[in-house]
């Protein structure tokens, strides 16, 4: 709904002050980073996120980032997964008091952020080893357009391919393609949407080349040192290095592959050489394979929504037909130790699929898994909130495609026991979901329903259990210059009516407008409301009650190497039971940027502003300038920023200057005929200050300046040797 600088803006503005008032950042897509706290505050001594999956029991922490008085926290995108991410904050401050963002059950009542999985395209080849004159025939699942092109390795050979529904054919008769080539189909925009490996077989060669046996690698090496203004301890140089490793063997349809052989060194380190833990052996024998090590097992996504753990998996592939069995460590195993064993840390498993009709658009998936974690009794001993122990998960998967409305329903059973030092019985409970998407002459629509059981839990993922039922709904179109997107959503916590836990309702509505016409600045416009609701409290003084807007308006533009945005934001949060907690914020940034050759300048210009129980304005000036200064060998980075942060009761009144410059100097030249290219030499220079005025309190006054030297030897060397007999 809001792009990531955007969100980013929005953030900051909603939570810069010690009042801390509910998420910003409503929903993002899979793949997308995302700042979901920036909280500036000197009187904050540590800050705390706890965060959770949207469907996981237990909630993990993580420290916030600390820069200055800045504390923030920021998702990297393998790290958000659909649906969603929910989370809470803890401050502590100086004085010994902690606050939490929710204040009222924080655990019981988390800010939800909507994650929106990527439509997903996928590849299903009918062989993958291709004989000469024979087609090429494969299944596309997922929604592709008229446009999407088809390639083998760099060859465009959509013009070759027959369309019928999913099901694609190619036409080899010309026999153009020997040995292993990627089969990728590529987007408009040039977007790789999924690629498979197919091996055409040429006899002839097949004959010279009968065996084959590679070894891979890289090794690298790093000598370097540095001295600081500042440092007090006594310089020297750093040596370390790096080597990579790995195998494969070839022998006609037959590939095995080993992967994971890692060295270090650090010189002067407590254990100087290391071997890492992580292997895996992939035998492949046509559409067969048998891998060995660090597995990475999926099936329906209540059961095995992906994990990787230490063991075994087989697979095989049919035309319209995949399945899977392993056995892994259902704990983490380290060093070189096999996951596979018959103690009582093991996890089983089995994931199928089945695809229907020529055009194979309906798919049946079947997963079961069992497992046990029997752990030390001192460890294995809680309630229902603590990790499954032992049990067993079975989900069924149908998604099909039925008068242009694609659905897609799970329903999903387990039996587990939380406790396997007691004599109560395991816990059966289940749990299900259904959508629906449709393209409407171009409205693209999807509608959403799920259900997960207070009991509900799976090994795979042993924090997955919520009593919660939601419901979203999404439209969305482009016309012309206009595109548009609209969501609605809502859950229920505790749906079971646990007379300890609050029943808790939030809603969330959205809706985002795109303007893009020739000659004039891209427009983006966004709206957002909230509200969470609770009932059956068990303490009624700890009610929640309140609702949240947001608006926001971007413009950009370029011309030439000039590109130019400005962004506004306005938020408002309603407590309704104590209106003295309501809060406003607002927001303005405008960015300049001048990008040509090797030169680039940034210069961003930003407004704060948060009013509650007072009004806290911040300013920030930041420019950053990048550009050679003799030749491409030689060039200077450098950044300069200015912040001044004032509020209406005047408990602050500060001014904060920072900036860095850096001389950096190629030095490869100097080496050239004497050394190869990992010789890769670099000299820099930097010099760093940073300086806080506090009009309020002069103790608080502080500054500093750093120059360094820095100079670094080595880089990796790749190395590929293969032996045919």
Not at 619 to 644: G, H, M, R
Request: with cysteine; proline share 2%.
């Amino acid at each position: 709904m809001f792009s990531i600088n955007r969100i980013s803006l929005l953030v900051a503005c909603l939570i810069i002050s010690v009042n801390i008032q509910a998420q910003a950042v409503s929903s993002v897509t899979e793949g997308q980073s995302v700042t979901l706290y920036e909280i500036e505050n000197e009187q904050i001594k540590s800050a705390l996120l706890f965060y959770r999956i949207e469907g996981s029991r237990q909630f993990l922490q993580q420290p916030l980032l600390h820069q200055g008085n800045k504390w923030s926290s920021t998702f990297s995108g393998n790290q958000l997964r659909a649906p969603g991410l929910e989370y809470y904050i803890q401050l502590t401050f100086k004085d010994g008091k902690t606050r939490t963002e929710p204040e009222s059950y924080p655990t019981y009542n988390p800010i939800r952020l909507t994650v929106n999985k990527k439509q997903s395209v996928n590849i299903h080849l009918s062989q993958n080893a291709i004989k000469p004159g024979e087609n090429i025939k494969f299944n596309v699942s997922g929604y592709v357009d008229v446009e999407t092109r088809v390639y083998i390795g760099d060859m465009d050979v959509t013009d070759f391919v027959q369309r019928s529904e999913s099901l694609w054919v190619l036409n080899n008769e010309n026999n153009l393609f020997n040995g292993d080539q990627q089969l990728q189909l590529i987007s408009a925009e040039g977007q790789t949407l999924s690629s498979q490996t197919v091996s055409f077989i040429d006899p002839a060669a097949k004959a010279l080349k009968d065996r084959q046996l590679v070894l891979r690698g890289n090794a690298s090496f790093s000598l370097g040192g540095q001295s600081d203004s500042e440092s007090d301890t006594t310089d020297s140089l750093a040596l370390s290095g790096n080597l990579h490793l790995e195998t494969e063997y070839k022998e006609g349809d037959f590939i095995s592959h080993f992967s994971g052989i890692n060295v270090n060194y650090q010189h002067e380190a407590e254990e100087e050489f290391h071997l890492s833990s992580g292997f895996l052996l992939n035998n492949t024998y046509r559409n067969h394979s048998l891998e060995v090590g660090d597995v990475s097992v999926s099936g329906t996504p209540l059961v095995l929504s992906g994990f990787s753990r230490r063991g075994l998996l087989a697979s095989t592939e049919r035309e319209n037909f995949t399945g899977s069995i392993f056995n892994v460590r259902t704990s983490t195993v380290d060093g070189w130790e096999s996951g596979v064993s018959f103690d009582d840390r093991q996890t089983y498993g089995v994931a199928v699929e089945q695809r229907l009709g020529q055009d194979g658009k309906t798919s049946v998936q079947l997963s079961v898994i069992s497992g046990e974690l029997k752990q030390a009794e001192s460890q294995n001993v809680g309630s229902s909130n603590t990790n499954p122990q032992s049990g067993d998960t079975a989900g069924l998967l149908l998604s099909t495609e039925l008068g242009g409305t694609t659905i897609s329903a799970e329903v999903a059973g387990s039996s587990f026991d939380s406790n396997t030092t007691d004599a109560n019985d395991a816990l059966s409970d289940e749990a299900y979901e259904i959508s629906l998407s449709r393209d409407i002459y171009g409205l693209a629509s999807s509608l959403g329903y799920h259900h997960y059981g207070a009991n509900y839990a799976t090994i795979a993922n042993p924090n997955f259990s919520n009593d919660r039922e939601g419901l979203n709904l999404s439209l969305g179109s482009g016309w012309r210059f206009l595109n548009w997107s609209t969501s609605f959503s809502s859950t229920q916590d505790n749906v079971e009516k646990d007379p300890l836990k609050p029943v808790v309702t939030s809603n969330n509505t959205g809706l985002s407008l795109g303007f893009i016409i020739e000659n004039w600045p891209s427009i983006d416009l966004g709206f957002n409301y909230s509200n969470q609701t609770s009932s059956d409290e068990p303490a009624v003084d700890q009610r929640i009650d309140n609702e949240g807007q947001d608006i926001s308006l971007g413009l950009s533009d370029s011309f030439g190497p000039v590109n130019l945005s400005w962004t506004s934001s306005v938020g408002k949060i309603d407590n309704n039971l104590d209106p003295a907690n309501d809060s406003e914020t607002t927001n303005h940034a405008l960015t300049v940027g001048y990008t040509a050759d090797a030169i680039g300048l940034n210069l961003n210009l930003s407004q704060n502003e948060t009013r509650s129980d007072s009004k806290l304005t911040s300013n920030l000036a930041n420019l950053s300038a990048n550009f050679p200064l003799f030749s491409d060998t030689i060039t200077l980075n450098s950044q300069f920023s200015l912040q001044d942060n004032t509020s209406s009761d005047n408990s602050q009144k500060n001014q904060i200057t920072g900036g860095s410059a850096r001389v950096s100097w190629k030095m490869q030249d100097m080496f050239s005929g004497v050394t190869s290219s990992w010789a890769n030499a670099q000299f820099g220079l930097s010099w760093t200050f940073n300086k806080t005025t506090d009009d309020l309190d002069t103790s608080q006054n502080k500054s500093d300046n750093v120059v360094m030297l820095e100079f670094s030897l080595g880089a990796p060397v790749s190395f590929e040797y293969d032996w045919q007999f």
